[in-house]
């Protein structure tokens, strides 16, 4: 469950997700590029989180 949503926000800020949904004309691409670092912050926090808390192997891929 954790797992599957870390997937989704992985997913959701890949360069066609942006481009569908994300008008351009609200971010510029070192905004998108900022978000894209935060996100990858984000989910590598989660992972660590998963890890300590057993729901997640350290050997596991996404």
Known sequence: MPVESA????EAFNDRM???????????????RHLRECA???????EDLLIREGWLQATDEW
């Open 40 to 46: 990858a912050l984000f989910l590598r926090w989660c």
């Open 7 to 10: 997937r989704w926000l992985n």
């Open 18 to 32: 942006l481009a569908d949904y994300v008008p351009s004309v609200l971010f510029s691409p070192e905004r998108v």
